[in-house]
């Protein structure tokens, strides 16, 4: 039997999951990303272009037919900081800022004002998902979507109870759905607006936690892009600002910590 069938740029797996294709994704953004550096020296462009030419160019790659993996995807915030996916956009933002691999992510992404692609995602579903309920019950995508809707009445994990599932972490307890075929616009503006909160206290949930960035959230308290990353034109200062903002630097107050050196 075939373990692995590539359908539309796709690897799909005998055993149902998309692991080896969410994988296999990231390796071609990397790579697109890695070409793209080698014509173009992000870190000199100003943090909107370099984030257009990440959005345009990188983004599209990683986030190829997540309407269907997404649902599929752990939606833990702390498990996706790990996954391929996201550690591509990790990357990008810590060669924009110019800090080194050991940055922490959540100070890097918060420098940029970027949030997790899981939201991206959250968005490419659920807006899929209403374009399906448009959809007369003849299609093949419909009936695919009904087909999936007995299997979770029957309390058979599916695209639907995964979907089901994932829509009750961000609906509010006065708009949740029992039924995917009721999901509007309205809704989906509802659920981003609620992961954006959610991943807000997350973000500063971990930041209050970790030593590391006792300096920095001293004065980092909104999540957004910060300005001296525009209006620092010197790319090598800029860069030395944020290394010294999320303790990232060679300074001893940093390097002292990884030699057990007590804090005065």
């Known amino acids: 039997m075939t373990q692995e069938y590539n359908y539309l740029g796709l690897s799909l797996s ?17 790579r697109a990303m890695n070409s793209t550096r ?15 030419i990440f959005d345009s160019i990188i983004s599209p790659i990683l986030l190829y ?18 996954s391929p996916t996201e550690k591509i956009r990790s990357k990008f933002c810590k060669i924009y800022l110019g800090v080194n691999r050991k940055a922490t992510n959540i100070a890097s992404r918060g420098e940029m004002g970027k949030l997790p692609l899981l939201i991206a995602i959250l968005k ?14 003849y299609t093949i995508v419909k009936q695919a979507l009904l087909l999936s809707k007995d299997l979770f009445l029957d309390n ?31 809704h989906l503006h509802q659920y981003l607006d609620n992961a954006k909160v959610k991943y807000n206290n997350f973000w500063k949930h971990k930041l209050n936690n970790c030593s590391k960035l006792d300096f920095y959230k001293k004065f980092k308290t909104d999540y957004k892009l910060e300005k001296y990353l525009a209006n620092i034109k010197n790319q090598p200062q800029r860069r030395a600002l944020s290394q010294f903002r999320i303790s990232c630097h060679k300074l ?8 057990n050196v007590p804090r005065e």
């Not at 490419?124 to 019950?137: A, E, Q």
């Not at 001893?252 to 030699?259: L, T």
Request: net charge positive; hydrophobic share 35%; glycine share 2%.
């Open 124 to 137: 490419r579903l659920i807006k899929y998902i209403v374009h399906i309920n448009t959809l007369p019950d």
């Open 38 to 52: 080698k014509k173009l020296d992000i870190r000199k462009l100003p943090p909107n272009l370099a984030i257009k």
């Open 252 to 259: 001893n107050v940093e390097c002292g910590r990884y030699h």
């Open 65 to 82: 037919n997540s309407e269907v993996w997404g649902a599929f995807a752990n939606h833990d915030l702390n498990k996706w900081d790990q």
């Open 14 to 30: 005998s055993n149902g999951k998309f692991t080896l294709a969410v994988k296999q994704l990231a390796d071609k953004a990397h």
């Open 156 to 186: 058979k994990p599916s695209f639907y109870s995964n979907v089901m599932h994932l829509i009750k972490n961000y609906a509010s307890s006065t708009n949740e759905l029992n039924d995917l075929e009721l999901t509007t616009n309205s």
